[in-house]
T-cell receptor, first 113, second 115 residues
């Protein structure tokens, strides 16, 4: 199984940079996803890491260290619309389990003016 | 764009009723998933299916069953609804290539209230 930890809440100021951490303990690993979920809406895909290192995508970057069981999502130049919940998810290995992911509880980010 | 649709956005049922939640995806995805999402508990997997007529239990399958008769459709069934099944239910689908493309695409969710 998987165990995923991320902070429950974070607050940051518009224009600033914020880092949301995620640690995991897994029996199998086949990639780590970050999703964004605005209140009352479905989660949407942000980023994916399967190898160690940083993946950059515009204002958002995601980092992975497999040896440490650690990832972070970095949001730059924060905007008010970035206020949302950010979910870390780890995908299983295996044949029939190839698509199954375990989600963390999510980090609620509030961006203040 | 991938589209995942769910039959209802809001549903109110009574204790003991049989409840069907339907999910349809239009991208020929092999994998489909049912989650429930509750405050403080995050997204928990109920059941998933990696092919037609195939299903596997997730983390919290008790009180639920599923059906996948066609590739595009995955149904969640509450045989006898109880108040502790009041929740937001999210359906998702993904490819099964083992590549980065296999992100999950979520439907809009069904908020079920059991009275």
């Amino acid at each position: 199984g998987q165990n995923i930890d991320q902070p429950t809440e974070m607050t940051a100021t518009e224009g600033a940079i914020v880092q949301i951490n995620c640690t995991y303990q897994t029996s199998g690993f086949n990639g780590l996803f970050w999703y964004q979920q605005h209140a009352g809406e479905a989660p949407t895909f942000l980023s994916y890491n399967v190898l160690d290192g940083l993946e950059e995508k515009g204002r958002f970057s995601s980092f992975l260290s497999r040896s440490k069981g650690y990832s972070y999502l970095l949001l730059k130049e924060l905007q008010m619309k970035d206020s949302a919940s950010y979910l870390c998810a780890v995908r299983d290995h295996g044949n029939t389990n190839a698509g199954k992911s375990t989600f963390g509880d999510g980090t609620t980010l509030t961006v203040k003016p | 764009d991938v589209k995942v649709t769910q039959s209802s956005r809001y549903l109110v049922k009574r204790t003991g009723e049989k409840v069907f939640l339907e999910c349809v995806q239009d991208m020929d995805h092999e994998n489909m998933f049912w989650y429930r999402q509750d405050p403080g508990l995050g997204l928990r997997l109920i059941y998933f299916s990696y092919d037609v007529k195939m299903k596997e239990k997730g983390d919290i399958p008790e009180g639920y069953s599923v059906s996948r008769e066609k590739k595009e459709r995955f149904s969640l069934i509450l045989e006898s609804a109880s108040t502790n099944q009041t929740s937001m239910y999210l359906c998702a689908s993904s490819l099964r290539s083992g590549l980065a493309l296999d992100t999950q695409y979520f439907g809009p969710g069904t908020r079920l209230t059991v009275l």
